[in-house]
């Protein structure tokens, strides 16, 4: 198993079998938490990443972000019937509310959440364009 990574922002966590109950469908039922299946050999799922760091650079103080690491938690990856990586996978309640695979932009991302809770979210202080 690889060590667990190091995330700028406090929201994003490493999670896998052993926590995924806790970590995720738990804490669902206080905040959406977004779960992104990575793996280090995927360049989308690197083109992603810092993507989705900027997302909760505006939005953290409302969404959980999860990072599972796909070749160690491959039960996960079947548990969820993943076929692509990247894939993130928005929990709310415990249960699955949306998903999508492969790289995209910050303003995607923002719409794909917001889209499943305009009110729950605040509006990010900050613009999403850089």
């Given amino acids: 198993m690889r060590p667990l990574y190091h995330h700028a922002h406090p929201e994003i966590f490493d999670t896998g079998e052993h926590d995924f109950e806790t970590l995720v469908l738990e804490a669902s039922h206080q905040r959406p938490i977004l779960v992104d299946f990575w793996a280090d050999w995927c360049a989308p799922c690197?083109?992603?990443?810092?993507?989705?760091?900027?997302?909760?650079?505006?939005?953290?103080?409302?969404?959980?972000?999860?990072?599972?690491?796909?070749?160690?938690?491959?039960?996960?990856?079947?548990?969820y019937k993943l076929r692509g990586f990247p894939t993130v996978i928005l929990f709310w309640n415990g249960e699955e509310k949306g998903r999508f695979?492969?790289?995209?932009?910050?303003?995607?991302?923002?719409?794909f959440v917001l889209e499943h809770f305009p009110a729950e979210l605040e509006r990010p202080v900050r613009s999403t364009t850089r």
């Fill in 46 to 79: 690197i083109a992603l990443a810092p993507v989705l760091e900027h997302f909760m650079d505006l939005y953290g103080h409302a969404v959980g972000l999860g990072k599972v690491e796909v070749d160690d938690h491959m039960r996960l990856a079947g548990r």
């Fill in 101 to 111: 695979s492969g790289a995209r932009p910050l303003p995607w991302i923002e719409h």
